[in-house]
């Protein structure tokens, strides 16, 4: 399976700043995205990171709070826009290689907190 | 859009023992069924998943079942180790419309006494 990365793996940040995280993977891949999840809880999904074009944003999110690139096959990043102490989640990026096996992998995580 | 729901939430085991987890999902459409885990710290792990056209997969001490008329599908871990404690989660998706776009299961603390 594909070998994900993240920066930064945790951060601390004050409230109404910018965090941008990094998703880095070691071969090219079919799809990348974005998901959350809170302390305790279950992943919800974010968006889908499309290559060279706007993602594809789940109820609930928007691209304005939200800011998703993803300028080739290998990399993301997810901006989390003026954040608030609601904002402190786990994010992940995850991954599906091939649409024969649709299997999807995830990264390590990035641990935000806001203050 | 698909619901997931997975039980139990917490499952305390023997170590030996078996632990099953079950989940249920709403949309009739779902053909692909993954089962991560979890451990602190850490991003899922995907450990088995089946597709809508088996009934029933294993590797090693894990096997899956899916029932399609049900709408359910279990994990089953044989012989447990204090290794398997860690958090699981199931999901489902509809892989070829969907984009793989996967709904997840409430999750469920599993721990292993020695």
């Known amino acids: 399976s594909a070998v994900i990365s993240q920066k930064p793996s945790r951060d601390i940040c004050q409230r109404g700043t910018s965090l941008t995280i990094q998703c880095q993977v070691d071969?090219?891949?079919?799809?990348m995205f974005w998901y959350r999840q809170q302390p305790g809880q279950s992943l919800t999904l974010i968006a889908t990171?499309?290559?060279?074009?706007?993602?594809?944003?789940e109820s609930g999110f928007v691209i304005d709070k939200f800011p998703i690139s993803r300028p080739n096959l290998t990399f993301s990043t997810l901006t989390v826009s003026n954040m608030s102490p609601e904002d402190s989640s786990i994010y992940l990026c995850?991954?599906?290689?091939?649409?024969?096996?649709?299997?999807?992998?995830f990264g390590p995580g990035t641990r935000l907190t806001v203050t | 859009g698909e619901n997931v729901e997975q039980h139990p939430s917490t499952l305390s085991v023997q170590e030996g023992d078996s632990a099953v987890i079950k989940c249920t999902y709403s949309?009739?459409?779902?053909?692909?069924f993954p089962w991560y885990k979890q451990e602190l710290g850490k991003g899922p792990q995907l450990i088995i998943d089946i597709r809508s056209n088996v009934g029933e997969k294993k590797d090693q001490r894990i096997a899956v079942t899916l029932n399609k008329t049900a709408k359910h599908f279990s994990l089953h871990i044989t012989e447990t180790q204090p290794e398997d404690s860690a958090v699981y989660f199931c999901?489902?998706?509809?892989?070829?419309?969907?984009?793989?776009?996967?709904?997840f299961g409430e999750g469920t603390q599993l721990t292993v006494n020695p």
């Open positions: 071969s090219q891949v079919t799809m």
């Open positions: 995850s991954v599906v290689q091939d649409t024969v096996s649709y299997e999807q992998y």
């Open positions: 990171a499309n290559q060279g074009s706007e993602a594809t944003y």
């Open positions: 999901a489902a998706s509809i892989v070829e419309t969907s984009g793989s776009r996967l709904t």
């Open positions: 949309d009739s459409a779902s053909n692909y």
